[in-house]
Every structure is written in structure tokens, then in C-alpha cells.
């Protein structure tokens, strides 16, 4: 099964801030990523599928990038909304598998 | 709008079964792939399965091989998993998600169904 690691696993960050949130596949998956955002209590929501193909809907604030091992999420400028769990998934195979998630919390 | 709602979860007992089903609307059931995936209290996602429009293709992370089905009636726009043997780590939230058309990222979930393991 290929291995999604995220980084780092949390970290605090205020309103306004650039954050960066890394993803590594431990085989080479193209760019067959995605990003999901999920607030607590609630479901999972897709945010940026094939590596950096933002989700109709989804802030523009949000970007993805990479490909092969290595993907990197963004978000320009934090909104107070934002403050949830990340995840990132691969669908290049099966077993299907996410990261074992980026909590970002308010600083 | 694409709605997707789970039922069935509930407390079962160690080696126990269970049936979840999972209701779809606003959309076309029978031309996207289906997914179940679970999360533990407190922990990360877990994909769990997966079946084809026509169900031809089939899939399931080895924690649960030999143990759940999925299966799927496209005349009903339902979706359902079978689960055997349960163990107290089968217990979590289990989601119900929909492929995206275009690729097999997960493009929308149900809001999931809680599943206790326990004595």
C-alpha cells in the first residue's frame, strides 16, 4: 500500500497568515491527489482534486501543487473558517489511503 | 443537490454483524462509483471500500477483506455494507462517499453513521 505522510501534524497559525501544508507518497503517484477539509462533527469535503484542480466552490484562497512523491496545500490568507483538519488521499491505486492529517488551529 | 444519508449503525457486539445502507439522490446513482470510508473517534480517515457504477469492480482495504461486502441496487439508488465479525476497531464513524465522474477522489460525502463495537 502506498504510505501518505502529511506535515507537520499540527501547528497554530492566525487570521491572515500563509500556511503551507506538505504531503509525501512513498511511491510515485502522478498527481492523482487529493485534498479534503473536515471540520469537527462533520463530513469530510473535497477541496482540490488532481493535485491542484481547486473543487467548484472552493475558495480561491486555496491552491494545490506537485506531483510524483511530493504535493504541497496552501492557503493564501487564513479565514477564520479554515481552522479545521486537513488530509490528502491518493486514488493512483488501491488500497486507496489518506495522510494521517494536519490540524490547524488558531494561534 | 446531491444528497447522501447513511443508516444502520448502531451497538453490536464483538463478532457481531451489522448493515449499513446509504441513500442517494440528485444524481444519476447508477453512473458513479461508491465508496465507504470510516473513522475512528478521535483518529484519521480510513478507506474501506469501493464498488464500480455496474459493480463490476470491487475493492477492500485488507482490514476488512473477507469480512464486509459492499454491494450496491442501482434500481433503488442505494448503497449498503455488510459487516461480519466486527471487532471493537471496526468501531467509527462510517462515511458514505460518491466518485467524482472524472477521476476517484471522494467529491461528496454523507454526514455518517456511527458504529459501536462493544461488549
Known amino acids: 500500500a502506498i504510505r501518505m505522510t502529511q506535515s507537520p501534524s499540527s501547528f497554530s497559525a492566525s487570521t491572515g497568515d500563509r500556511v503551507t501544508i506538505t504531503c509525501r507518497a512513498s511511491?510515485?503517484?502522478?498527481?492523482?491527489l487529493a485534498w479534503y477539509q473536515q471540520k469537527p462533527g462533520k463530513a469530510p469535503k473535497l477541496l482540490i482534486y488532481?493535485?491542484?484542480t481547486l473543487q467548484s466552490g472552493v475558495p480561491s484562497r486555496f491552491s494545490g501543487s506537485g506531483s510524483g512523491t511530493d504535493f504541497t496545500l496552501t492557503i493564501s490568507c487564513l479565514q477564520s473558517e479554515d481552522f479545521a483538519t486537513y488530509y490528502c488521499?491518493?486514488?493512483?491505486?488501491?488500497?486507496?489511503?489518506f495522510g494521517q492529517g494536519t490540524k490547524l488551529e488558531i494561534k | 443537490e446531491v444528497q447522501l444519508v447513511e443508516s444502520g449503525g448502531g451497538l453490536v457486539k464483538p463478532g457481531g454483524s451489522l448493515r449499513l445502507s446509504c441513500a442517494a439522490s440528485?444524481?444519476?446513482?447508477?453512473?458513479?462509483?461508491m465508496n465507504w470510508v470510516r473513522q475512528a473517534p478521535g483518529k484519521g480517515l480510513e478507506w474501506v471500500s469501493s464498488i464500480s457504477s455496474s459493480s463490476s469492480y470491487i475493492y477492500y482495504a485488507d482490514s476488512v477483506k473477507g469480512r464486509f461486502t459492499i454491494s450496491r441496487d442501482n434500481a433503488k439508488n442505494s448503497l449498503y455494507l455488510q459487516m461480519n465479525s466486527l471487532r471493537a476497531e471496526d468501531t467509527a464513524v462510517y462515511y458514505c462517499?460518491?466518485?467524482?465522474?472524472?477521476?476517484?477522489?471522494?467529491?461528496?460525502w454523507g454526514q455518517g453513521t456511527l458504529v459501536t463495537v462493544s461488549s
Open positions: 440528485g444524481f444519476t446513482f447508477s453512473s458513479y462509483s
Open positions: 488521499q491518493q486514488y493512483y491505486s488501491y488500497p486507496r489511503t
Open positions: 462517499a460518491r466518485s467524482q465522474s472524472s477521476t476517484s477522489c471522494l467529491s461528496y
Open positions: 511511491q510515485g503517484i502522478s498527481s492523482y
Open positions: 488532481a493535485a491542484s
